[in-house]
């Protein structure tokens, strides 16, 4: 049984990442959760609040344990994702031409 909902899981995840509009939304999701940001909270006055940036990790590290998962499940499919949505994985800008 629980090797069948593992292969379910597994499909169902490289359906969603197959799907233009799925890591779309997928990438919503990480970008939500500032999975590959660090973020330190200050107060109004500039002083640090600990509670809020051990809040925004707890955020992060959600981020961070999905963005694994999937890509054990379906790395080409992520991959994608970041290619199609994070600006540091596009493709180099083609040199226009002098006319």
């Known amino acids: ?11 169902f995840w490289k359906t969603v ?3 233009p509009v799925g890591r779309r939304e997928m990438w919503g999701i990480l970008s939500a959760a500032h999975t590959f940001s660090e973020r ?3 107060g109004p006055n500039g002083f640090p609040q600990t509670e809020a940036t051990w809040f925004r990790a707890g955020e ?3 981020g ?3 963005y694994q998962s999937w890509m054990q499940m ?3 499919g992520v991959h994608l ?5 994070d600006p540091r994985f596009a493709p180099p800008a083609k040199p226009k031409r002098d006319e």
Not at 1 to 11: H, I, N, V, W
């Open 17 to 19: 990442f197959a799907d």
């Open 74 to 76: 379906d790395f080409e």
């Open 64 to 66: 961070q344990r999905l």
């Open 81 to 85: 994702m970041f290619r199609e949505h």
């Open 60 to 62: 992060q590290a959600l």
């Open 1 to 11: 049984r629980l090797k069948l909902e593992a292969r379910d899981a597994e499909s």
């Open 40 to 42: 330190f909270e200050c």
